[in-house]
């Protein structure tokens, strides 16, 4: 029994443990939780399937939902979730598979019951096995079109196909479905035989969090997973693999029980035994998106043994630095690159994959060579001397800082994140193993730079350029993604191995002065309940609440300058939109140590009118931080050429939203049809390649002259320093007040009571198979009790709306149901994305769920309606966990004018008093009978655009309007 290292100001309990059957076991006690919450992670993903059943462990994992022999109604888990305000989960990994869910606290128990069924005894029926599978070849669809899925999967289909990473993973018909019968497999019993080899007591971790004590959790526990059967199967052995070298036997065997290896036990693989031809070599990846990347990927030993020493970070903090004489400042300044990343992004037991990611410029992906040339330049630069003790502890200094004044998290993403973290650390650093150093071990850092060489790089360049120039095209067989293969040229090799000379620009980061000393919490005293308006005066309306809840050293501050002009066209909006980049683009040097230090802006701008600024941290150095980018808006100076290459990305993000996933495009075009100002797309396009530096330098003092400001200001700040602060950033950017006719309003379209208007479009992206359809049912102006019922209609509908459409007619993978809320005035919606119906089709099975739902909600009988409303009340009454939540709740408030700081007391009290027969009441008339519909339908390119219906003649009438283009 272990209680794992937690920060002191975490006033939660923890306790690790085994079960008999050596299930290990996190729990978590949170006497201020009102939901519990649980996750498994199982020891096994998409890497142990067989070879004939590609998406076997992914097919699984959907399949556990669906019934076991105790609760054999596939939709009882989903039901009771829905009933008592629980929502569920999971995700299938390379080696690991995790299951996760919440409710209500006192309902934890028979969730924990539900939830252990699916280790113990599934039933994988016949007639789910054939219903799912379509789903999981639908989530496939879904993905054919979105490059970071084809480069995955390119990555993982060019490595060596003896290695299990070489496996496609999600699943489809064709290897579900058509490949097994003609082998003549049974996938149910191959799915029986999954489960049975590999779902085993021994290699899960089980976490849970509730509000009970320890020891009821514990007790918990014991009952309900003991009986998970224990296979005894061996434990994570980490050899080293590399799944692109020709050599694949075991090299070094690190056991899990032994967590302390030396990293230089793998310096003789380096070049003999573990480098070889099939390492050096570039592949050029046409993408489906106009977009320029250049990605270095190299293998590593698998780091998970050496965590104590976090070997890695060191090189990804600085790679992936971006303040003054960083690679990311050298490559801006020529006009290259829009940012870089640096890290490990595929861990496996076998080797993780550490990668060097850059958004190249039009410019910069003519000058891939010499963008590799820089970073080995670094790499060369910083390894030289030995590591950097000041930067090693500095960054030890940051994580400590911020650990110890980590926020709570939902349990639901919590459990997740801890549940694979068991499966990597120590008992004792379940909790803080991802986020702490513990040994500083120079000798392994040094090391560490002996995998980042060219010998040991693949090269990715990811661009449609290509497409013309590349001769031997291949295609990549799961998604179709064209691409080719050559060598990296020996002489390359040789010149980014040892450069000749390295660029002075390039240079340690300097000391970060963001880093905060000071932790004091302020005077509580003089905190209230709910934000106070601090200033109020024609120009400025700021509310302030001293933080006397969570007690860290950290504030979040939300200013928003409203503006007539940001989006008063679709010129003013791309120039807005041009100039904000350009802000962050002057700033980036400056604010990313903030960011290191736990200090981090936001800029942006908002509809119909604002521009907004948000800053969130340790509170010591936020008056320095909003005064820099307070000088920088005022004070912009930019160069043509940077000016262009923001204008570029622009533009490109403009084509590439059409490549987005068509529910998405639904989405969009339903939020341009229902707002009063919303400029599209294509406005946007036509105008975009005229507009000049000149265009952008008259526009800005439109933009900065006059404003009106308002703001919240609440965490650990008083209410003097949030007055001063303000008048600092008033007295820098130097406004005038903004007229109150000029004040930029946002409204929602009233539809016409009894109205349907559809909108129907063809493929956006010709090659997207996936139809759409959006359907939106519009209620009317908000207000407190008809927002709260119409809370508990889409409380009551979401699950056997998903248990229909998705569950049980497989219409596809895609299917939400909710609320949807513009300007005040809100609606229902209900989307779905189907690679197999068409939108009109959808859309009729949404009409019929509608009539459906209206019966469910007659004969519901009153306890399980007092069930929906007495969780709906529980959830509300719960404490925020974060300051964050909070704050967003109250800026909620702010945005919309409504100041109702206390909304959800006031909720409380409606759900007290509505009854079943108002909910009928709203339903039947707002979405049955004189409803006012609007729907967007996006089609696939396998499913034909309908003619559209001949328009009536002037003495007929209709009550549905539709359009088609």
Request: hydrophobic share 35%; net charge negative.
């Amino acid at each position: 029994m272990t209680h794992p290292i937690k920060s002191e100001f975490d006033k939660r309990e923890y306790e690790t443990f085994f079960l008999e059957n050596q299930l290990q076991v996190l729990l978590i006690s949170d006497p201020e939780t009102q939901k519990g919450a649980a996750s498994m992670d199982v020891n096994v993903g998409h890497l142990s399937d067989p070879a004939e059943l590609p998406g076997l462990a992914h097919f699984l994992e959907h399949m556990l939902f669906l019934g076991t022999e105790k609760y054999p109604d596939e939709n009882s888990y989903h039901a009771f979730l829905s009933q008592h305000s629980g929502r569920s989960n999971a995700y299938t990994a390379l080696e690991h598979t995790n299951y996760h869910f919440e409710v209500l606290s006192e309902h934890l128990d028979e969730g924990l019951d539900r939830f252990a069924q699916f280790f113990i005894t599934p039933l994988f029926t016949e007639s789910a096995t054939d219903r799912e599978v379509k789903a999981v070849h639908s989530e496939h669809v879904k993905n054919l079109q979105v490059d970071h899925w084809r480069y995955f999967q390119l990555v993982k289909s060019t490595s060596n196909p003896s290695h299990p990473f070489s496996k496609f993973g999600t699943g489809s018909e064709q290897t579900l479905v058509e490949g097994p019968k003609a082998l003549g497999i049974n996938v149910r019993q191959a799915l029986l035989d999954f489960h049975a080899k590999w779902y085993s007591a021994n290699t899960m971790k089980r976490v849970v969090y509730g509000k009970q004590t320890i020891a009821e959790l514990r007790e918990l526990v014991i009952h309900r997973f003991n009986q998970i059967p224990n296979k005894n199967l061996p434990l994570t052995a980490y050899n080293f693999r590399s799944p692109f070298s020709n050599t694949l036997r075991p090299l070094k065997n690190i056991s899990s029980e032994n967590n302390t290896p030396n990293l230089a036990d793998y310096k003789d693989l380096l070049y003999d035994d573990y480098v070889d031809d099939s390492e050096r070599l570039l592949y050029h990846m046409i993408p489906v998106k106009k977009l320029h990347s250049l990605r270095l990927v190299f293998p590593i030993p698998p780091m998970a043994p050496f965590y104590k020493k976090r070997t890695s970070h060191y090189s990804s903090h600085l790679i992936g630095h971006e303040g003054p004489g960083s690679i990311h400042s050298l490559l801006k300044q020529k006009g290259w690159v829009y940012d870089l990343v640096a890290g490990i992004h595929i861990q496996c037991s076998d080797f993780d994959l550490f990668k060097v990611s850059l958004t190249l410029t039009d410019e910069g992906i003519k000058n891939t060579d010499e963008i590799i040339s820089i970073i080995f330049q670094y790499i060369s630069l910083v390894k030289k001397p030995g590591v950097h003790k000041w930067v090693y502890d500095e960054m030890k200094l940051t994580e400590e800082q911020e650990f110890k004044f980590k926020e709570k998290v939902e349990p639901f993403g919590y459990v997740t994140q801890l549940a694979n973290n068991m499966q990597k650390f120590e008992p004792d650093h379940v909790v803080c193993g991802s986020d702490l150093s513990w040994e500083y071990d120079p000798e392994a850092f040094d090391h560490f730079w002996n995998y980042l060489v060219p010998s040991n790089m693949r090269i990715y360049i990811i661009s449609p350029d290509y497409k013309s120039e590349a001769t031997e095209m291949q295609k990549e067989p799961w998604y179709q993604t064209e691409y080719s293969k050559t060598r990296i040229p020996e002489h390359k090799l040789k010149e980014w191995s040892s450069p000749s000379q390295i660029d002075s620009a390039l240079s340690l980061p300097p000391p970060n002065e963001f880093i905060p000393s000071d932790f004091r919490i302020k005077n509580v005293a003089e905190s209230h309940e709910f934000p106070k308006l601090i200033i109020s005066d024609e120009s400025t309306k700021v509310w302030h609440k001293l933080d006397h809840v969570y007690l860290f050293p950290k504030v979040n501050i939300y200013l928003q300058l409203l503006t007539s002009t940001v989006y008063e066209s679709p010129t003013s909006s791309l120039l807005t939109s041009i100039w904000i980049r350009l802000c962050n683009d002057a700033l980036n040097e400056y604010t990313y140590p903030a960011a290191i230090a736990g200090l981090s802006y936001n800029l942006s701008y908002t509809v119909p009118g604002a521009i907004q600024l948000v800053i969130r941290g340790f509170n010591e150095k936020t008056k320095v931080l909003v005064h820099k980018i307070c000088e920088t808006i005022a004070n912009l100076t930019f160069t043509d050429e940077r000016f262009n290459e923001v204008k570029q990305k622009v533009d490109k993000e403009l084509d590439n939203f059409y490549k987005s996933q068509p529910w998405e495009i639904c989405r969009y075009i339903a939020n341009c049809a229902l707002r009063s100002t919303r400029w599209t797309t294509e406005e946007k396009k036509l105008i975009i390649g005229g507009l000049t530096k000149e265009n952008l330098e008259r526009f800005i003092p439109q933009i900065t002259k006059e404003f009106v400001l308002e703001g919240l200001i609440h965490g650990n700040m008083e209410k003097s320093e949030a007055i001063d602060l303000i008048n600092d950033l008033k007295q820098t950017l130097k406004y005038k007040n903004l007229p109150r006719s000029q004040y930029p309003y946002d409204r929602s379209i009233q539809l016409p009571k009894g109205k349907e208007y559809y909108v129907l479009h063809p493929p956006f992206d010709p090659q997207n198979e996936n139809n759409a359809i959006y359907s939106y049912y519009q209620i009317g102006p908000e207000n407190i009790r008809s927002s709260t019922m119409l809370e508990v209609i889409a409380q009551i509908f979401r699950e056997p709306c998903f248990d229909s459409l998705r569950t049980k007619q497989n219409l596809g993978y895609l299917v939400f149901s909710g609320i949807r809320v513009a300007s005040v005035v809100e609606g229902l919606r209900v989307i779905v994305q189907s690679s197999v119906k068409d939108p009109l089709y959808l859309d009729e099975r949404i009409e019929v769920f509608l009539q459906d739902f209206l019966k469910i909600l007659e004969e519901m009988d009153d306890t399980t309606y007092q069930k929906y409303i007495k969780s709906m009340i529980v959830r509300k009454q719960e404490k925020f966990k974060r300051l964050a939540d909070e704050t967003s709740l109250y800026w909620d408030e702010i945005l919309n004018q409504r100041y109702l700081f206390d909304r959800r007391n006031l909720e409380i009290e409606e759900l007290k008093t509505i009854t079943k027969q108002e909910l009928l009441d709203l339903y039947r008339n707002k979405v049955i009978n004189s409803r006012c519909k609007f729907a967007v339908g996006i089609f696939g390119k396998k499913f034909p655009l309908p003619t559209p219906p001949a328009p009536a003649s002037p003495d007929s009438s209709s009550s549905s309007s539709s359009s088609s283009s």
